[in-house]
């Protein structure tokens, strides 16, 4: 159980465009997804908080009408990256917030993550 | 400021030996501990969680040690396999709630496990 998928896995695309990635739970409902970013050889970045149904909220520093983040069902959260530049390259990994443990804690379960290469 | 340090940040070992990661943090308030594993190109795995009560937890080969009162971790991996070639990500929560804005990540130590 507690299997969260990301689509696509690898996306290389040309500087302007822009890239959404899919951020699935698979057996369990989240009421909250996060959205981190992993440059080589460091770790992962907190990006985004993605809410259902609300409007996300952004790390500081993120910009959120370059960092389109829309949570529109329980299973469901994608990031769009608008008008990718190369400087945008890096490895995105989502996690969703799993249900409330017996030890009172939600565990996050993370995604396999996305590489997205602008040329 | 909430801190995990790990070390080393890289390390190389023979296949069949052991080997452990140290963590050190300082996060406050303190709620719980996770050693993720990350392979290359993959989003990290949980290996272990502990809460502040705990000070020891095994997961197969990998067993984990917390001091809450020094405020150290280590990740022992016995008999390592070439399959434990990964980076090994310390995390800390400082929210019962789970939100990833609790959570102070450690910047890895990057397992290498040679024939």
């Known amino acids: 159980g507690a299997v969260v998928s990301q689509h696509p896995s690898r996306v290389i695309c040309k500087s302007g465009t822009s890239v959404k990635i899919e951020c699935r739970s698979l057996?369990?409902?989240?009421?909250?997804m996060f959205w981190y970013r992993q440059f080589p050889k460091q770790s992962l970045m907190l990006m985004a908080t993605?809410?259902?149904?609300?409007?996300?909220?952004?790390e500081q520093g993120v910009e959120k009408d370059k960092f389109l983040i829309n949570h529109a069902s329980l299973t469901l959260s994608t990031l769009t990256v608008t008008s990718a530049h190369p400087e945008d390259s890096s490895f995105y990994i989502c996690?969703?917030?799993?249900?409330?443990?017996?030890?009172?804690?939600?565990?996050?379960?993370f995604g396999p993550g996305t590489r997205l290469t602008v040329l | 400021k909430n801190q995990v340090e790990q070390s080393p940040q890289s390390l190389i070992i023979l296949e069949g030996k052991n080997c452990t990661l140290q963590?050190?943090?300082?996060?406050?308030?303190?709620?719980?501990l996770r050693w993720y594993k990350q392979d290359t190109g993959r989003g990290p795995v949980s290996l272990t969680i502990?809460?502040?009560?705990?000070n020891t937890k095994s997961n197969g080969r990998y067993t984990a040690t917390l001091d809450a009162d020094t405020k150290q971790s280590s990740l022992h991996i016995t008999a390592s396999q070439l399959s434990d070639s990964a980076s090994y990500i310390c995390?800390?929560?400082?929210?019962?709630?789970?939100?990833?804005?609790?959570?102070?990540f450690g910047s890895g130590t990057q397992l290498t496990v040679l024939p």
């Open positions: 057996d369990f409902q989240a009421t909250t």
């Open positions: 502990m809460t502040f009560s705990e």
């Open positions: 995390v800390v929560s400082s929210s019962y709630s789970g939100s990833a804005r609790q959570l102070t």
């Open positions: 996690s969703a917030q799993g249900p409330l443990t017996s030890g009172g804690d939600n565990e996050q379960f």
């Open positions: 993605s809410n259902e149904g609300s409007k996300a909220t952004y």
């Open positions: 963590c050190n943090y300082t996060v406050s308030p303190f709620s719980n």
